[in-house]
């Protein structure tokens, strides 16, 4: 089974920081099938980006996806204040099918 | 633009069958991927399954064989049953969608919360 490593937590910073998240797999695996969300409290999870690298439809350029083998990233150029959620990288492919990390949560400082 | 809507008991008793019901309107279900989604109240994600047209389903082997997920397009409808439901089943149950692949969701609903217990 594939396990996909989120890090860090937690991330403290600023509006107009530079934020940059990682998601580890257990092994290597295709960037075609890896996507990042955003989830708000009380909302549903947001797809940001899919196949490693691509902007969904209506997500601001600001994000940008990142990555193969075993390690990816997604990086916020500039935090808008909308932009503090959690952040959940997921996999298509292995064992289960369909697997999410843990999450990391962007906060404010 | 597609949109879904999850509904269904916000109780179930341990033991007994969770079923819930994802109502689709803005477009026709067919052409789209189909998933359940839960997550546990203040824990991450967990993929149920996933299912296409032709009605074959795929399940979390985590489920140990307890998920059934169908869809009657007639109805617009996506169903969810869970048998043998635990406090460990109660979560926020979404169900989501895409139109170009199985491999992620673009379309989601806004999610059901069910809890298990007597």
């Known amino acids: 089974d594939i396990v996909l490593t989120q890090s860090p937590d937690t991330l403290s910073l600023s509006p107009g920081d530079r934020a940059t998240l990682s998601c580890r797999a257990s092994?290597?695996?295709?960037?075609?099938?890896l996507a990042w969300y955003q989830q708000k409290p009380g909302q549903a999870p947001r797809l940001l980006i899919y196949?490693?690298?691509r902007r969904a439809s209506g997500i601001p350029d600001r994000f940008s996806g990142s990555g193969s083998g075993t390690d990816f990233a997604l990086t916020i150029s500039r935090l808008e204040p909308e932009d503090f959620a959690v952040y959940y990288c997921?996999?298509?492919?292995?064992?289960?099918?369909?697997?999410f990390g843990g999450g990391t949560k962007v906060e404010i400082k | 633009q597609l949109q879904l809507q999850e509904s269904g008991p916000g109780l179930v008793k341990p033991s007994e069958t969770l079923s819930l019901t994802c109502t689709v309107s803005?477009?026709?279900?067919?052409?789209?991927?189909w998933g359940w989604i839960r997550q546990p109240p203040g824990k991450g994600l967990e993929w149920i399954g996933s299912?296409?047209?032709?009605?074959?389903?795929n399940y979390n082997p985590s489920l140990n064989s307890r998920a059934t997920i169908s869809i009657d397009s007639s109805k617009n409808q996506l169903s969810l049953r869970l048998n043998s439901v635990t406090a460990a089943d109660s979560a926020v149950y979404y169900c989501?969608?895409?139109?170009?692949?199985?491999?992620?969701?673009?379309?989601w609903g806004q999610g059901t919360l069910v809890s298990v217990s007597s």
């Open positions: 196949a490693a690298s």
């Open positions: 989501a969608s895409d139109r170009g692949s199985s491999a992620w969701y673009y379309y």
């Open positions: 997921q996999y298509y492919g292995s064992s289960p099918l369909l697997t």
């Open positions: 803005g477009d026709s279900m067919s052409s789209y991927y």
């Open positions: 092994q290597s695996v295709s960037n075609t099938y």
């Open positions: 299912i296409y047209q032709s009605g074959n389903a």
